[in-house]
């Protein structure tokens, strides 16, 4: 062989082995980085909470994961493969608030070639669940970290042990009692306040609301305000930007503090900061605390920015009452996909709160209150429908409460955008429900509370 030859044999060989190499390359996480087609982290969100913490992170493509649990201190580590370390991970650290009532440090590095790891220091014993959500909405693929304290607040015990307005009443009544209440364990405190509530027959208290100078709640009732959306899930959004889930909040809080300012009445919230709450959980803590009325407060949006006006809407057994009913039951109901609900997890109890003999004389009283919160809503703002509608709203079925949901507005028309951010505006608005819910219970006196509404 020449020397011209051989010199022309080594240059092929070293040319297929750059070649070989480049291939090799393009097919390993650090080729894809190096080719600029790594896996991309494009935000992480932490959504704080009593309830949980939840850490999203957004990712531009499909990712491989692994996550185990570290103790002494209790620690979350996940495993992210073939993910390329950028700016976004590199804050973490700075996204997690002093106050979180579950994380204390979240922070990341790079483990190995190839891979990034996640740390999430714990503020006690948890019950961590980590699960992926498919593109929705104007979201890409989500890896989703849920921190759930191993011993979570008991909303029963939180509204016990809270100085209610109103509780004197109650406790009034229990004074003759041979428990005192400093004595007495939480669950009997729980089961005496049952039977306080069920000592007045129903001609009882029809009687005690009509006699003058009387409240026309006779008994301590609680009311569940449900604001709609949260955290993950922004609901509608208005053309100034204005996110539905920020203006329910705001009309929720001022209408549990108005409701809170009348005689033997209470308010509890599903949600009292921006966290996504899942439908039927919410469903599950108004059984939970044995609820009078479920109110869920929305602000309605449309295609067409010219589209105006509040509307009630009550659960329907039998189809919706029009096609805009059963479009807004659909939108609503896919708030869980949005939010994004782990469906590995079953829960026995909420798949009980789905059925019950009781529901259709539920569903009589939720149109009762409808009708009498819609007369009022009409006082302050123009009515999209002049009655109270019907579809198959998940977050309205629960079997033993009356349960509405309110559209205060349409936050997708400018006018009424404004109108929702208003403070003056939110205040009337919080006042008209109130005097609906006034106006049905003078109508509908509380009576004994079911055996059904406890999930022991």
Same mark, same amino acid.
């Given at each position: ?59 531009? %493509? ?8 570290? +103790?002494? *201190?209790? @620690?979350? #580590? !996940? =495993? ?119 000592? %007045? ?8 609301? +009509?006699? *003058?100078? @009387?409240? #026309? !709640? =006779? ?238």
């Amino acid at each position: 062989m020449s020397a011209s030859a051989e010199k022309r044999l080594v240059a092929r060989r070293r040319l297929i082995k750059f070649t070989g190499a480049s291939l090799l390359l393009s097919v390993s996480p650090l080729g894809q980085a190096a080719a600029g087609r790594a896996v991309g982290i494009v935000a992480v969100r932490v959504w704080p909470a009593a309830d949980y913490t939840r850490v999203t992170i957004e990712h531009n %493509a499909p990712l491989k994961y692994t996550h185990f649990l570290v +103790k002494d *201190p209790d @620690r979350l #580590v !996940v =495993d992210l493969e073939g993910v390329e370390f950028n700016g976004v991970l590199d804050g973490l650290a700075s996204k997690v608030a002093a106050d979180d009532p579950n994380i204390r440090l979240l922070r990341a590095g790079r483990y190995k070639p190839g891979v990034v790891r996640l740390v999430m220091e714990l503020k006690g014993e948890a019950n961590p669940q980590v699960f992926e959500l498919a593109p929705v909405g104007g979201y890409g693929h989500r890896l989703v970290l849920d921190v759930y304290p191993l011993n979570p607040p008991d909303p029963l015990l939180s509204l016990i042990d809270r100085n209610e307005p109103g509780q004197a009443v109650v406790e009034s009544r229990m004074a003759s009692r041979p428990d005192s209440r400093s004595e007495a364990r939480p669950e009997a405190v729980a089961d005496s306040r049952r039977e306080v509530r069920n000592e %007045a027959a129903p001609g009882e208290q029809r009687a005690a609301a +009509k006699r *003058p100078g @009387r409240p #026309v !709640v =006779d008994r301590l009732v609680t009311i569940t305000l449900d604001p709609g959306h949260g955290g993950e899930d922004p609901g509608a959004v208005g053309s100034g930007g204005s996110y539905e889930k920020n203006v329910t909040l705001a009309v929720a809080r001022r209408l549990k503090a108005k409701i809170e300012a009348e005689p033997n009445m209470r308010a509890v919230l599903t949600r009292d900061a921006d966290y996504f709450v899942p439908l039927q959980a919410r469903v599950q803590k108004a059984r939970r605390i044995q609820s009078d009325l479920f109110v869920s407060i929305h602000a309605d949006a449309f295609v067409r920015p010219d589209a105006n006006g509040s509307s009630v809407f009550v659960l329907s057994e039998s189809g919706a009452s029009s096609s805009a009913a059963r479009y807004l039951a659909q939108k609503e109901n896919a708030a869980d996909l949005i939010g994004g609900v782990n469906i590995d997890v079953k829960d026995p109890v909420l798949a009980r709160t789905l059925l019950d003999l009781s529901q259709t004389a539920t569903i009589n009283d939720s149109l009762k209150l409808g009708k009498a919160v819609l007369g009022e809503i009409g006082g302050i703002n123009r009515l999209h429908k002049a009655n109270v509608e019907q579809a198959g709203f998940a977050v309205l079925k629960a079997p033993d409460i009356p349960s509405i949901l309110i559209e205060t507005a349409f936050i997708s028309n400018p006018e009424e955008e404004k109108k929702l951010n208003d403070d003056a505006y939110q205040d009337k608005m919080a006042e008209a429900i109130l005097s609906g819910i006034r106006k049905y219970f003078a109508r509908n006196p509380p009576l004994a509370k079911s055996r059904l509404a406890r999930l022991d």
